[in-house]
Structure formats: structure tokens, C-alpha cells
């Protein structure tokens, strides 16, 4: 309960690494706001965590599409004026489409750009002035996909979070607010792959690791924590791989 009083918002909250994230902020004693864009998965997610970590009233639920600027005036609201120690910007995913004619193509690209990069940058840019100064935390959840291709238009997407990461910390830096990246590596027991995932991809993305083995959500989670907590004040414009050696550091 070290960070007790503090405060974090949390995006794509309601399930996988976003609920695992959420949980271990809630353990650790930040009050914590979850947003997503299922109402009932989000909010059944918030309920569970809170009854879970035994702070039922740390954890709140707020529906909205951080691709509409028009909705993150529920999210400010929700922080009620209070400083915000850290924003994690998990929202995302892969997004499909046709990409048999140019339209389809824009399309397609414009919805990856819009999930992956949009929701941080506008989520980030609304609690930009209720940053705790000094002392906030500002970390994006990109994808190895962002390191070695494969991906497309989310590969694509993922990696424009890096870049934007570097400015950020940049001008946030001289106010001790840090700004990092978590690049998960393949995580099973998410919603990511939905019903494209077959026994022989897993055994390949498990063969392609060092330690044999699938991450979790608790993986990325606990990467998120220490970036989110005191103990990470000097570390800023990072990117840090948790993907079990897939690709390794550079």
C-alpha cells in the first residue's frame, strides 16, 4: 500500500492487461480510473477488482470512446480536480478491414492510427494539466510488433507511440513528470488475438521466447506498476521489452 492517496487513470481497463494493470495499482493503494468503451465489461471488471483488493470505492468506472474528443470531458470530470500521478494509456488493439481498394486501405489505417495512437495522445493531452508536478507518470502500452514488424498498420501504429514518447518526455521532463513505454511481447489470456489464435501460433510464440513460456497479463502489469510508482522518478523516454526475450534490448 505504498502509494496510498495517489492516483492513476487507466485506459482499455475493462479486461486483459488493462484489468491486470488496474488491479495491481488498486493492490499497491492508488484510487484508480478505469476507462473503456463496454460499459458492462467495464464496470463489472471495476466491481470485481475493488470487492477483490478489498477497496471497493478506490476503483471507478468511466464509459467512453477516447477516440471522440467530445468524450474525455467524462474522464476529467471523474478525476474531480485531484492531481494525476499516472495515466496509462492501454487502449488499443488490432483492427482488421478491407484492404482490397485504396478506400479500404485508408480506412483500415486511419481506425489502427485512431485505436493505438488517438486514444493515448488525447487522453494524455486532457490530464496533461492535472499531471501530479512533480512526480507524474505518463506510460503507453506499444507492442514488439512495434520492434520487428508484422503487424501493418498496428505495427505502424505502436511504433508512432515511441517516437511520441521521446517528445513528450522531452517537454515534460524539466517538470519531473517521466514518460515511458511498455512493449509487451506475445500475452496470452487477452482479448488481442480473439478467435484468430491456434494451438500451432501459440507453441510458435512460446518457441520464439528465451524462458519457454507465454507471458500474462501479470507480466505487463508488473512493468506497469514500477513505472507508475516512487521508485521510478529516473527513469524517463524508455521503451521497456517484456516479451520473454522475443526481441532483445537495444
Not at 489502427?112 to 499531471?131: G, I, M, S
Not at 501460433?201 to 507471458?215: C, D, E, F, I, W
Not at 512493468?223 to 522518478?233: E, K, N, T
Amino acid at each position: 500500500m505504498g502509494e496510498a492517496g495517489r492516483l492513476a487513470v487507466v485506459s482499455g481497463g475493462g479486461t486483459g492487461i488493462g484489468a491486470a494493470v488496474t488491479r495491481g495499482l488498486v493492490a499497491d493503494g492508488f484510487d484508480v480510473v478505469v476507462v473503456g468503451r463496454r460499459g458492462d465489461v467495464l464496470r463489472a471488471a471495476t466491481e470485481r477488482i475493488g470487492a477483490d483488493c478489498g477497496r471497493a470505492g478506490a476503483v471507478r468506472a468511466v464509459v467512453a470512446d477516447l477516440t471522440d474528443p467530445g468524450q474525455l470531458s467524462g474522464v476529467v470530470e471523474a478525476v474531480d480536480g485531484r492531481p494525476v500521478d499516472a495515466v496509462v494509456n492501454n487502449a488499443g488493439g488490432y483492427l482488421g478491414g478491407d484492404t482490397g481498394t485504396l478506400a479500404g486501405v485508408a480506412a483500415h489505417w486511419r481506425a489502427n492510427l485512431d485505436a493505438n495512437v488517438l486514444t493515448a495522445v488525447l487522453l494524455t493531452e486532457a490530464l496533461r494539466p492535472v499531471l501530479r508536478r512533480p512526480g507524474g507518470r505518463v506510460i503507453l502500452l506499444s507492442s514488439i510488433a512495434a520492434q520487428r514488424g508484422g503487424g501493418g498498420a498496428y505495427s505502424a501504429a505502436k511504433a508512432a507511440l515511441h517516437g511520441w514518447a521521446y517528445d513528450l518526455a522531452a517537454q515534460l521532463g524539466p517538470e519531473q513528470i517521466t514518460v515511458n513505454v511498455v512493449s509487451p511481447g506475445y500475452v496470452a489470456e487477452t482479448e488481442f488475438f480473439g478467435d484468430r489464435m491456434t494451438p500451432e501460433g501459440h507453441a510458435k510464440r512460446v518457441a520464439a521466447t528465451l524462458v519457454g513460456r507465454a507471458g500474462l497479463p501479470d507480466d505487463i502489469a508488473g512493468a506497469v506498476r514500477y513505472l507508475a510508482g516512487r521508485d521510478a522518478g529516473y527513469v524517463t523516454g524508455q521503451v521497456l521489452g517484456v516479451n520473454g526475450g522475443s526481441v532483445l534490448g537495444r
